[in-house]
């Protein structure tokens, strides 16, 4: 949340309309968190009797399922609304500038939706292995990407709404790549964060 909030007076900068619109656009990631929260409460709980158990790799293999399919979920929504942006934002306003800012986004964050499904069903499964740094290092790398480079951006002479959209997707993408090669390369056979 904190992210979208700096991303909002930043993207302000752009003119109420187009605020307007990422503020339209942003809520759809809201709104994934809930669907990813019902598959990731119960990966917290699947996760954390195998690995109580001992049963690491059957552990590893509910987590790859639970966040293979909070990644098709997520991914699914990215994609139709990628593709068809109005479906959602036709809902919210008629502005032709707030609706291009918020196709803009959907056009480019959109297709990320699945590596974000993905990174946030597998950062509750961590927390049932009790292994969540490299969750949390991933949070911390989107956030500053994220914000980070949507700051650089707004630092330039001209700057572009899509090359802010493109830090937030780059953010999103690293949040999920990050998240998921931790339990690859074995974060949870460690279990030292």
Same mark, same amino acid.
């Given at each position: 949340m904190l992210t979208i909030a700096i991303l909002?007076?930043?993207i302000g900068r752009f003119g109420v309309e187009t605020l307007a619109g990422y503020g339209i656009?942003?809520?759809?990631?809201?709104?994934?968190?809930?669907?990813?929260? &019902?598959?990731?409460?119960?990966?917290? *709980?699947?996760v954390g009797v195998n690995m109580g158990a001992g049963q690491v790799a059957r552990a590893e293999r509910i987590g790859w399922i639970g966040g293979g399919v909070? /990644?098709?979920?997520?991914?699914?929504? &990215?994609?139709?609304?990628?593709v068809a942006p109005g479906l959602w934002t036709g809902l919210f306003t008629r502005d032709?500038?707030? $609706? /291009?800012?918020? *196709?803009? %986004?959907?056009?480019?964050?959109?297709?990320?939706?699945? $590596?974000?499904?993905? +990174?946030?069903?597998? %950062?509750f499964a961590s927390q049932g292995a009790g292994a969540i740094l490299w969750p949390i290092?991933?949070?911390?790398?989107?956030? +500053?990407?994220?914000?980070?480079?949507?700051?650089?951006?707004? +630092?330039?002479?001209?700057?572009?709404?899509?090359?802010? %959209?493109a830090c937030i997707a780059l953010g999103m993408a690293v949040y999920g790549a990050v998240t998921a090669v931790a339990l690859w390369r074995g974060a949870w056979r460690r279990k030292k964060g």
């Open positions: 909002n007076t930043l656009v942003a809520r759809v990631e809201f709104l994934l968190v809930p669907l990813v929260f &019902g598959i990731g409460a119960a990966l917290t *709980a699947l909070a /990644a098709a979920l997520a991914g699914a929504v &990215g994609l139709v609304l990628a032709p500038t707030s $609706l /291009a800012a918020g *196709a803009l %986004y959907l056009h480019i964050v959109g297709p990320v939706f699945a $590596l974000q499904g993905l +990174g946030l069903a597998l %950062y290092i991933a949070t911390l790398l989107r956030f +500053g990407i994220c914000v980070g480079g949507a700051a650089l951006v707004m +630092g330039q002479p001209q700057p572009q709404l899509g090359a802010v %959209y």
